[in-house]
């Protein structure tokens, strides 16, 4: 069954080592040797800049992961497509892997969105105000004194909804969470889980849960023990409990997946690359229904594409 995964690291660890190769370096969860495996489809790859670098330098630091992304994902593989635009996702032929680019925090454009329509045109389809820090449009679930977001936040939200861009949830602090879901068309949390199921600071409650899926969005699974059990080391039976969970609560139809391959140190045990996909496939046939699972695994995404 094909799976669509809307969360990776993958282009930070390439920007980190250039000698790395995409098509099948084992230190890279996600790579095209293990894509194929696991039978993914739709692969977001996130760009992400640490806070702690230098303003002046976060720009320049974002542009060389998409110039990674174009040569050493998309360019040197030609079953790899990249995500133009939305419908691009639709006319992907049998053997071809959509590539799609993500923005993990609004820190690589500071308060320029000359800057941020450049992200646009260069296919960033979705974006996340912060990572768990603090920036100039928003606070995110770090920041102490948890604002939301700042007018220049909700120009950015504005210009999302503009450019049918989705709008992240996942990093966000409650107020800003709050704040995106009353202005956003498109909000959607890439890798977040259960707050009730596991009570870490970037699963989200069951309030905020329902109001993601009453504003036709999805939640896409993070394969994170931490996020998953609270320990640093998880099953898929653990991963499942959040799936289960968030059906009980209306949200079967914006279930997805977001393993966050690549940024994490541990994984659920049995889910430590994308090739292990069907694994987790096959162990959700078990317990929903045929057309349950895949909605988990692709059809919820593709139901609610911004087009």
């Keep these: 069954m094909k799976v669509v995964d809307l969360h990776c690291d993958a282009l930070l660890k390439l920007q980190e080592d250039r000698t790395r190769s995409f098509t099948n370096h084992p230190d890279l969860n996600v790579n ?68 799609m680019l993500s923005l993990e925090g609004a820190d690589a454009f500071g308060n320029d969105l000359t800057k941020l329509r450049t992200f646009y045109r260069l296919g960033v389809k979705s974006l996340g105000l912060t990572w768990n820090n603090a920036n100039l449009c928003a606070d995110g679930v770090g920041e102490p004194r948890g604002g939301g977001l700042t007018r220049l936040g909700f120009d950015v939200v504005a210009m999302n909804n503009d450019h049918h861009i989705w709008t992240d949830v996942s990093h966000l602090s409650v107020k800003s969470f709050w704040d995106v879901l009353n202005k956003a068309d498109y909000p959607i949390a890439t890798h977040s889980n259960s707050k009730t199921i596991c009570n870490h600071r970037r699963n989200l409650d069951d309030v905020q849960a329902k109001a993601v899926f009453r504003k036709n969005g999805f939640i896409g699974m993070v394969f994170s023990p931490e996020f998953v059990n609270g320990t640093e080391a998880a099953t898929i039976d653990d991963l499942i409990k959040h799936i289960d969970y968030f059906c009980s609560i209306g949200g079967v139809n914006h279930i997805a997946l977001g393993s966050d391959f690549d940024g994490l140190t541990t994984l659920v045990t049995g889910l430590e690359h994308s090739g292990k996909y069907q694994v987790l496939i096959e162990e959700l046939q078990k317990r929903f229904k045929e057309e349950e699972v895949r909605g988990f695994a692709y059809q919820n995404v593709l139901n609610k594409l911004p087009i």
């Design 32 to 99: 095209v040797k293990r894509l194929v495996q696991g039978d993914v489809a739709l692969q977001v790859f996130a760009v992400y800049i640490d806070p702690d670098i230098p303003s002046d330098k976060k720009f320049q630091l974002a542009l060389e992961q998409i110039d990674l992304f174009h040569t050493k994902v998309v360019d040197e593989h030609s079953q790899m497509k990249k995500i133009s635009n939305w419908q691009d996702i639709h006319q992907l032929k049998k053997g071809e892997i959509g590539a």
